[in-house]
């Protein structure tokens, strides 16, 4: 990591933000994430959890039984989501996240075992925790976008 990812201090608030890598600028977030090979790490832990997780058993029952398709789609929508190259329109058409989700039951508890295994996959990564707060933080905007009841 090279020193124009740490911000100066805020004038403004006083607060010593220096040692806070920069994360959403650019391709930041894809490299801080190891690259695209990273994130494709990142989802097979991701579905490793889904699949083997007893509160994510309803989730995965959404999926389809071979999850090859959906390892696919979501590594090369996070790719693009952290800044690097968008390939998910070209690849399989437009997407508007809460609309893709609309046919599926999710509540509360279908959410929070997504982000469950999103948390889960990232803490078996090398990531900085500053950087899995982030992502967390990203992904729950979206993930609440997706429930469509209590
Ligand atoms: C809130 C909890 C979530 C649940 C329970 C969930 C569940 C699912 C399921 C079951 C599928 C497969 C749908 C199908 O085959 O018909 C799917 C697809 C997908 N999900 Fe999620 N998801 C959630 C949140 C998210 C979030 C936060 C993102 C990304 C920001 C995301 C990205 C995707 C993508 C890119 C696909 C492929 C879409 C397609 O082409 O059909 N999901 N999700």
Request: hydrophobic share 35%; glycine share 8%; net charge negative.
């Amino acid at each position: 990591m090279d020193s124009s990812e740490y911000p100066e201090q805020d004038e403004f608030s006083g607060v010593k933000k220096a040692k806070a890598p920069v994360y959403g600028v650019g391709d930041s977030t894809l490299r801080a994430a190891g690259g695209e090979q990273g994130v494709k790490q990142l989802v097979d832990a991701f579905y490793h959890y889904m699949d083997t997780l007893p509160v994510a058993a309803k989730v995965r029952a959404m999926h389809s039984p071979d999850l090859t398709e959906s390892k696919a789609k979501l590594t090369t929508f996070l790719i693009g989501w952290m800044g690097g190259p968008s390939r998910y329109a070209e690849m399989y058409g437009s997407i508007n996240i809460p609309g893709a989700h609309r046919h599926l039951d999710i509540g509360l508890a279908e959410k929070d075992a997504w982000l469950l295994c999103m948390q889960k996959a990232l803490d078996d990564q090398p990531y900085e925790e500053t950087f899995k707060r982030y992502v967390m933080v990203q992904l729950s905007f979206p993930a609440e976008m997706c429930r469509n009841r209590k």
